[in-house]
């Protein structure tokens, strides 16, 4: 059965630090990844996808992920957070062929001055 | 504007009482979804359609009804709502299928007492 998983709940870090959020997959066939951001009172946005090729995905407002199947992982790194990425963020995954996602349960970011 | 919008944004009613909540996309999507969001499990998906005439359960269909007459429209219709329903609730559409970029409402929050 697929599932996603985000170890961490709840993340807190310094404006201008690195960050880097977990996201870990089980799934039977060749995954599509995604990395959606949730801003407080909004919708989910896409951040950046994962189909094939490039194993590192550039996304928008400066995220970019890496796909490593061996560890069936899809971790979200940025170099330096900036308070407006405070927001919750969440993974999913979907199969070739397949109708549906899979979301994990989201990470909440906080970013401190 | 290429958007989903959702009504209402916020709703609190009582047990029984019958509700619908109404979404629709103006991007010519063939894909569209509900999901519900709650503290701790994420996005789960209520019923997805792939089309016009065409709906299917998601994880979580247990007191939900959908209907897709035409391709723009895609209500949640809950017949005798009760407490277990209180949540978030998210309307997404994408081209073709779910792996496809979703693009998402800004959500209803929704209170049964």
């Known amino acids: 059965a697929q599932s996603v998983t985000q170890p961490d709940i709840h993340i807190t870090v310094s404006e201008g630090a690195s960050l880097e959020l977990r996201c870990n997959y089980s799934?039977?066939?060749?995954?599509?990844l995604f990395w959606y951001v949730q801003s407080p009172g909004q919708g989910l946005q896409l951040l950046l996808k994962y189909f094939s090729g490039d194993t590192l995905v550039q996304g928008i407002k400066g995220f970019e992920a890496e796909f490593k199947r061996s560890q069936s992982s899809f971790n979200l790194r940025k170099p330096s957070v900036h308070w407006s990425d405070a927001a919750e963020y969440f993974c999913a995954v979907g199969a070739t062929g397949a109708n549906n996602l899979f979301f994990g349960t989201g990470t909440r970011l906080t970013v401190i001055p | 504007e290429a958007q989903v919008t959702q009504n209402p944004r916020y709703l609190i009613t009582v047990t029984g009482k019958k509700l619908t909540v109404t979404c629709s996309q103006n991007m010519n999507h063939e894909y569209m979804s509900w999901y519900r969001q709650d503290p701790g499990l994420g996005l789960r998906q209520i019923y997805y359609s792939m089309n016009v005439e065409v709906t299917d359960k998601g994880d979580v269909p247990e007191g939900y009804k959908v209907s897709r007459k035409e391709k723009r429209n895609f209500p949640l219709i809950l017949e005798s709502p009760s407490p277990n329903q209180t949540s978030l609730y998210f309307c997404?559409?994408?081209?073709?299928?779910?792996?496809?970029?979703?693009?998402f409402g800004p959500g209803t929050r929704l209170t049964v007492l």
């Open positions: 799934y039977g066939a060749t995954p599509y």
């Open positions: 997404a559409s994408s081209l073709k299928r779910g792996t496809d970029t979703q693009y």
